[in-house]
């Protein structure tokens, strides 16, 4: 995993909430065996009409996507957050996540950003943003914004550590639950 | 005297591995049972096979092949090649790493949530993952179960463990009984709808009262498997009596000798007298009517006796966006009656409703009856094993004399990976559980219901109140 330096960029604004995964990247796309190559299939049903955000010239080459609550909902696809970071989306921000979405995220470097909603609107609003880690902070949409992640995850994003070489570390403790429940 | 604790809880504690290193930061749990399917799977095999390690529990792993599968009869050829090298990926990896696998050609093939519950691998107080949203189905039997990304199946392969944040418990108290033509689906369509689909994100949801207790398992697997559609991380149902009854004698269940012990350990894990949840809700069942939904999240839903609601009327800004769009793209006028909704397809089938109840139940309004003119309808049974009982029964044949299709097992049109889709425009009533734009197939538009109402819109060509038909 790439660890996550601060991010200054465009935004990519998708005024719209309830965004499932279906709709980031539709089934046809799934039958995939690989990661990469991903980023064609995003948004591929709303990306046919020529209005889409993600057809408009000025948006290209942004990096921050911002979207209404609750999104990422659905089905637990993480070829959602392969799509995305495909396409060049570091991160994410809106006022609510899917839960296995959010993880999803973590997993894989993109940072995903809960900001109130008053904050996310005026982050939709603002054509660019910078996006600091380890200080938490959204600046770019009138006074810095201080934002929440769990700590564990923050650390692991910012030092793009590989997880299951972690747990790994953890051996014993597996073995002894595992010897305790047979 | 010890705390009272929930269900959640109970199950929580004993699968902590290692506590939290920060205070209300992720423990690390055990995974007792995961389940593997063919479309997240690979990315995961193949990051093991990029780090040489190896897959900790295969005999705690299970894999069968449902998403992509053709439901055509079988043996068949897979003309998508993209389909066929994805089953052949998962033939390929469950045999280089040692994992069970019920493929195309086992009799126990199936939708990965219809048959380890039939198997008998689902029990109680177990956690169960799958790379799957739909994994909160095995709640139904006091499991704490829930959808996980690839990167997270990878995790386990290695590890048999998963760091969780601790979730919230939400418990839905459903009061009264279900009248007669409403089901778990109406139940928890109307939940949904209630509590909305990010109504519980971040939690599990108990479902509790004498409305869930009198629920069969079969019922019980339909109301825990849409808990995702409320956001929730996962649903939980005590077990008990129905519970024991259905597990005894099942495969992978306790043999007769060690049955009553782990039976007693399991009627332990109900929620305490006095358990505190962070939140409650009571819903009325008694008050239920058949539910179908309106639009493009199955919050959407509304009474077959009522009509398609006016955006202009909902106060939340975001909801009210969402049903404009959702209105616009399902080609419906505020204001049109749910009966008034004409349909071109039917699809009964899905990790939802795809048991062999539900197949009963639809066949019950289907018999002596004929689909329709111009209304395509099809069965696809959730597993080989629900297949050969319905065909026991000759449901296969009322179905099929009424003019349904009788398919093989597989997710099919719940999703449309495989041939199985609906054409833009379309408009199906369907028993699965998510009516997301395209779901079922690029600018097709799904109505979310029962299999019985499922049933009377096939033979109707329109939304009916199966009540009537009773």
């Known amino acids: 995993m790439t660890p996550f330096t601060p991010l200054e960029a465009a935004v990519l604004p998708l005024d719209r909430a309830h965004v499932d995964t279906d709709q980031i990247i539709p089934k046809q796309f799934l039958k995939t065996t690989e990661r990469a190559g991903l980023g064609r299939g995003l948004f591929f049903a709303w990306r046919q009409d020529p209005a889409f955000v993600l057809n408009q010239p000025r948006y290209a080459g942004a990096h921050i996507l911002v979207a209404g609550e609750n999104f990422g909902c659905g089905s637990s696809r993480e070829h959602a957050v392969w799509a995305l970071m495909d396409y060049g989306i570091r991160c994410v921000i809106a006022p609510s996540f899917g839960d296995i979405f959010y993880n999803n995220c973590c997993k894989n470097g993109l940072l995903p950003v809960r900001l109130a909603l008053p904050d996310a609107q005026r982050a939709l609003a603002a054509g660019r943003l910078r996006v600091d880690l380890a200080t938490q902070t959204v600046i770019g949409a009138g006074p810095a914004i201080h934002f929440e992640i769990a700590p564990a995850v923050k650390q692991r994003l910012l030092e793009g550590l590989d997880e299951i070489a972690l747990t790994l570390r953890r051996l014993p403790q597996i073995e002894a639950y595992e010897a305790m429940h047979p | ?470």
């Open chain 2, 1 to 470: 005297m010890n705390q009272p604790r929930t269900m959640f809880e109970k199950v929580w504690q004993r699968h902590i591995v290692a506590a939290a290193d920060d205070p209300g930061g992720p423990e690390l749990l055990y995974v007792d049972l995961h389940l593997i399917h063919e479309v997240t799977s690979p990315q995961a095999f193949a990051g093991l096979r990029a780090t040489g390690r190896k897959l900790r529990r295969p005999d705690r792993t299970f894999a069968t092949m449902d998403h992509d599968v053709p439901t055509d009869p079988r043996p068949f050829k897979i003309l998508d090649p993209e389909a066929a090298s994805q089953l052949a990926a998962l033939a390929e990896n469950c045999r280089d790493f040692g994992v069970r696998l019920a493929g195309l050609d086992s009799p126990e093939q199936g939708i990965v949530h219809v048959i380890a519950p039939e198997l008998g691998m689902t029990q109680p107080g177990m956690t169960i993952v799958c790379g799957d949203s739909h994994t909160s189905t095995h709640g139904a039997f006091g499991a704490l179960a829930f959808g996980i990304g690839t990167s997270e199946v990878e995790h386990v392969f290695a590890t048999q463990c998963l760091w969780q944040a601790r979730p919230q418990t939400l418990r839905l108290n459903f009061t009264g009984a279900l009248p007669a033509g409403t089901t778990a689906k109406d139940l928890i369509l109307h939940a949904i709808g209630r509590i909305g689909t990010n109504g519980a994100t971040g939690s599990v949801i108990e479902y509790a009262g004498p409305a869930i207790r009198e629920l069969t398992m079969e019922e019980r697997m339909t109301v825990c498997n849409m808990s995702i559609e409320a956001g929730a991380k996962a649903g939980m149902i005590a077990p008990d009596a129905t519970t024991l009854a259905y597990l005894r004698g099942r495969p992978h269940a306790p043999g007769a000798e060690a049955f009553g012990a782990a039976a007693a350990a399991w009627l332990e894990l109900a929620s305490d007298e006095g358990a505190a949840f962070d939140r409650e809700v009571e819903l009325d069942a008694a008050a239920l009517e058949p539910q179908v939904t309106w639009g493009t999240s199955p919050g959407m839903v509304a009474p077959v006796t009522g009509a398609v609601p006016d955006p202009r009327v909902i106060t939340d800004p975001g909801l009210r966006q969402a049903a404009e769009r959702a209105l616009a793209y399902m080609a419906l006028a505020p204001g049109t009656r749910i009966g008034d909704i004409a349909i071109d397809r039917v699809f009964i089938g899905s990790c939802t409703n795809a048991r062999l109840e539900d197949l009963e139940r639809a066949a019950a309004i289907v018999r002596g009856r004929r689909v329709a003119s111009g209304v395509r309808a099809m069965v696809v049974p959730g597993s080989q094993a629900v297949r050969r009982a319905a065909e026991a029964r000759g449901l296969d044949r009322i179905f099929q004399e009424a003019g349904f299709e009788w398919r093989q097992p597989g997710c099919s049109m719940c999703l449309g990976m495989n041939p199985d889709i609906l054409q833009p425009g379309e408009r199906c009533a369907s028993t699965s559980n998510r009516n997301f734009e395209g779901r079922q197939g690029a600018g097709g538009r799904t109505h979310l219901v029962s299999p019985a109402m499922a049933a009377a819109a096939a033979c109707s060509g329109r939304f009916t109140d199966v009540r009537e038909w009773l």
